[in-house]
């Protein structure tokens, strides 16, 4: 059994542990309750500090979305091979079972004249020129396609079918696929340089917010430190203050976004479906929504550490 003097040096560190997290939770408590009996300030604050949290955020996720629009893209790397006049069906599809024997053709479909003249019925403003032309004309003046899904590389592949005697010309997507990806790296880019900015701004905000407050309470601190407060005693309720600050913004953020999601869907989809495309806009899923508060929380936290042990480090002489 351990001895008395044990048993006391284990009751003391209890007693410690119990009262350190007793301030932690009355320290949590007046934060939130200061915030909340001056509703304007704190919803003022919060406000300015969300919108330098939302803005980024929306900037990453329009990056995000065309992003997956251009893994879209990417995954539908097909090829389209226009064959002469000339060639018929058959040659259409022989040349076709030719074609998925190469080792760098995963596919290839064969999509006819008539294929393509119902395809271009579906367009209204194509439907009326086609029956003003007539038919059978328009299917004549059409010839038949080749979509071939490469295994590699679009260029080598592209170069070896223009090479073929049947083929007129071959169309691929490479160069604009190329010039989005340069597009998505620069805004990505742009999207943390803007993010670093305007998380300082905020930084300052809730650092400037807490600063008032520490100076509002300029008294109550030195009769603390003239007790023989630690400076961990006395920050804590502003560092909260500041986790506070940040937890609050990083919701109204979010709220923000959420709005702003629901306002841009309908008219992107409209847009998307005249394209014969699904594509919608992808908002932040519960993980990550979760770490924006976490994100949030920690800065409103960090800009109250740095004030707060700054007004410390000025004050500390004065206990002597």
């Known amino acids: 059994m351990p001895s008395p003097a044990a048993r006391r040096v284990t009751k003391v560190h209890h007693g410690r542990l119990a009262a350190w997290l007793a301030h932690h939770g ?14 304007w ?10 919108l330098a949290l939302a803005l980024p ?4 996720l ?13 995954a539908s790397r097909a090829l389209t091979a226009f064959l002469k006049l000339d060639v018929d069906a058959a040659q259409a599809q022989a040349l076709a079972q030719t074609l998925r024997q190469r080792p760098d053709v995963a596919a290839v479909a064969v999509i006819t004249p008539e294929q393509s003249l119902e395809q271009l019925r579906q367009r209204p403003d194509l439907a009326q020129a086609i029956d003003a032309l007539g038919p059978e004309q328009a299917r004549a003046a059409l010839p038949s396609l080749l979509e071939l899904t490469p295994r590699g590389a679009e260029a080598p592949l592209a170069q070896a079918l223009s090479a073929l005697p049947q083929i007129e010309r071959v169309q691929y997507d490479a160069l604009w696929q190329q010039r989005l990806q340069a597009w998505l790296a620069f805004g990505t880019r742009s999207v943390a340089v803007l993010a670093a900015l305007l998380g300082l701004g905020a930084l300052l905000v809730v650092g400037n917010t807490v600063r008032l407050d520490i100076q509002s309470r300029r008294e109550e601190i030195g009769v603390l430190q003239l007790l023989g407060a630690s400076d961990g005693f006395v920050q804590r309720p ?3 203050l500041g986790a506070w600050y940040g937890l609050i913004a990083g919701a109204i953020a979010l709220g923000l976004l959420t709005l702003a999601g629901l306002a841009l869907a309908q008219p992107l989809a409209e847009l998307a479906a005249r394209y ?6 992808r908002g932040l899923d519960p ?7 976490a994100g949030a929380a920690v800065l409103g936290w960090t800009g109250a550490a740095l004030v707060s042990g ?7 002489p004065l206990e002597h």
């Not at 955020?57 to 990453?60: C, D, H, I, Q």
């Not at 992003?67 to 893209?73: D, E, I, S």
């Not at 700054?310 to 500390?316: A, D, E, I």
């Open 26 to 39: 009355r320290s949590l408590g007046t934060s939130l309750g200061r915030l909340l009996g001056r509703p």
């Open 41 to 50: 300030a704190t919803l003022l604050t919060a406000g300015v500090m969300a």
């Open 57 to 60: 955020l929306g900037l990453w």
């Open 62 to 74: 329009g990056v995000h979305n065309a992003q997956r629009l251009g893994a879209q893209v990417q």
């Open 238 to 240: 502003f560092l909260y």
């Open 276 to 281: 014969g495309s699904r594509f919608a806009l």
């Open 287 to 293: 993980l990550q929504a979760g770490a924006v508060l």
């Open 310 to 316: 700054h007004y410390l480090r000025q004050t500390r």
